[in-house]
Nanobody
Framework: QFVESGGGLVQPGGSSRLSCELS????????VGWFRQAPGKEREGVSC????????TYAASVKGRFAISRDNAKNTVFLQMIMLKPEDTGVYYC????????????????WGPGTQVTVSS
């Protein structure tokens, strides 16, 4: 079970850091990533980090602005976001992931509550 936190209201150009804690399993066993769902849109993959912590993939829309990291000892994954744009608004979730043809795909069977990020002035 993943539980996300850290969202809120951010001005365009601002920064935010999201956290996601995993319970019931060991984070080091999984590729883990972040997904988001904007109002009226399907959930999309934002970033996927390999279980080694070395391989990382980002969606083109966030590359250079978002950075995923993990602390296996704390069973926690982070997403540092800078230069936020209104189109980054949505509910952010974390979950297990794979990457196929540079597309980040979720393989989670359930989702946590997510955390709302709103980018607006």
């Amino acid at each position: 079970q993943f539980v996300e936190s850290g969202g809120g209201l951010v001005q365009p150009g601002g920064s935010s850091r999201l956290s996601c804690e995993l319970s019931g399993s060991e984070l080091e066993l999984w590729n883990v990533g972040w997904f988001r769902q904007a109002p009226g849109k399907e959930r999309e993959g934002v970033s996927c980090n390999s279980r080694s912590g070395i391989g990382t993939t980002y969606a083109a829309s966030v590359k250079g602005r978002f950075a995923i990291s993990r602390d296996n000892a704390k069973n926690t994954v982070f997403l540092q976001m800078i230069m936020l744009k209104p189109e980054d608004t949505g509910v952010y979730y974390c979950g297990r992931c794979v990457v196929e043809n540079d597309i980040i795909i979720s393989i989670s069977t359930s989702w946590g509550p997510g955390t709302q990020v709103t980018v607006s002035s």
